[in-house]
C-alpha cells in the first residue's frame, strides 16, 4: 500500500490501472479472493518465494541480496559486487537514516533517508526519532549492529496490532544510546534533532484476538474494515491481512 503522512496516515491500493484509497472502506464489507499468481520480476504464474519473487527469480534479483536485510554486508562503497554493482551504489551510497520506532516496543531500524516517515508507517509505529543520518548503508549497518546489544531490533506484529502500547520519551532514549554508536558514526549523531515524529493511524476498532489471513489456506474471505496499521488491514472479527506480505498474489477485491 502506498502511504501519505496526514492524521489519520491515508492508505492508497496501488491497481494496476488505478488506485483506491482504503480510508474510504472503514465499516464498510470488503471480499479479497485469490486469482493467480504473478512474480514480480518474470510476471509469470510461478508460486511465490519470498518478496513478491519466485524461487528462482529472488535468488537472482540485487533487491533480494542479503545486504537488504543484513545492511552492515553492503560492499557497494568498497566498489565490490553482490548482484548488481550499478543498482547496489545507487541504492547504498546515499543517505540512510538511524533511528528509533516505537510500535509495539522501542526498535533500533535502518532506512534510506528517502523512506521517512514511509517506512515508520509501515511499521505501525506511533512514533519515531533519527539518531544519525550517514552517508551509505554499511555506516548504517554497523551502527545498528552495535545498537540492537541494548535495545530490539524487532516489532511484535501483535502487540502494534492489538495497540498495546505505551509512550516512551525517545529523545531520552537515543542520548542513552550514543554512547554504544561506533566511533566512525558518531560524528553523524543528529544532536539537535530532537523532535519526535508522532503519527496517527486510522483504526476505529483494534482487535483483542488475532487471526492472519493466509491466502494460500484460505483464498477468499470477507469482512468489516475497521482499520489499517502498519501494512495490515483489520477487520471487525480480528482478522488481518498483511497487504505487503502477500505481494506477487494476484487478488480481486470487492467492495
Not at 488506485?19 to 514480480?40: A, G, H, P
Not at 526519532?129 to 511484535?156: C, F, Q
Not at 506484529?157 to 520519551?169: A, F, G, P, S
Not at 539537535?192 to 476505529?204: A, C, G, L, Y
Amino acid at each position: 500500500m502506498i502511504t501519505e503522512n496526514a492524521s489519520p496516515v491515508q492508505y492508497y491500493l496501488d491497481l494496476e490501472n488505478d488506485f483506491l484509497n482504503l480510508n474510504q472502506l472503514l465499516d464498510r464489507t470488503v471480499e479479497i479472493s485469490f486469482k493467480k499468481y504473478q512474480c514480480l520480476s518474470c510476471g509469470k504464474d510461478k508460486k511465490i518465494f519470498r518478496q513478491g519473487f519466485c524461487y528462482d527469480c529472488f535468488y537472482k534479483m540485487p533487491q533480494t541480496g542479503d545486504w537488504i536485510m543484513r545492511p552492515e554486508l553492503s560492499k557497494a562503497h568498497l566498489n565490490i559486487e553482490d548482484r548488481d554493482l550499478a543498482y547496489e551504489k545507487a541504492a547504498q551510497l546515499q543517505a540512510h537514516i538511524v533511528y528509533l520506532a516505537n510500535s509495539s516496543n522501542v526498535k533500533v531500524g535502518v532506512t534510506r533517508k528517502s523512506q521517512l516517515p514511509t517506512r515508520w508507517i509501515d511499521q505501525g509505529a506511533h512514533e519515531a526519532i533519527e539518531i544519525i543520518e550517514v552517508p551509505n548503508r554499511y555506516l548504517a549497518g554497523i551502527a545498528e549492529i552495535a545498537l540492537k546489544e541494548h535495545v530490539s531490533d524487532k516489532t511484535n506484529w501483535r502487540k502494534m496490532l492489538t495497540n498495546n502500547v505505551i509512550d516512551v520519551d525517545l529523545n531520552k532514549e537515543k542520548e542513552k544510546l550514543y554512547p554504544f554508536l561506533p566511533n566512525e558514526v558518531k560524528p553523524y549523531y543528529l544532536e539537535n534533532k530532537s523532535k519526535e515524529t508522532e503519527i496517527d493511524f486510522p483504526v476505529n476498532q483494534y482487535p483483542t484476538k488475532i487471526k492472519s489471513l493466509n491466502l494460500d489456506k484460505t483464498p477468499a474471505y470477507q469482512g468489516k474494515l475497521k482499520g489499517i496499521k502498519g501494512q495490515y488491514l483489520i477487520f471487525e472479527n480480528g482478522t488481518v491481512f498483511n497487504v505487503r506480505n502477500w505481494e506477487g498474489y494476484v487478488v480481486e477485491f470487492n467492495i
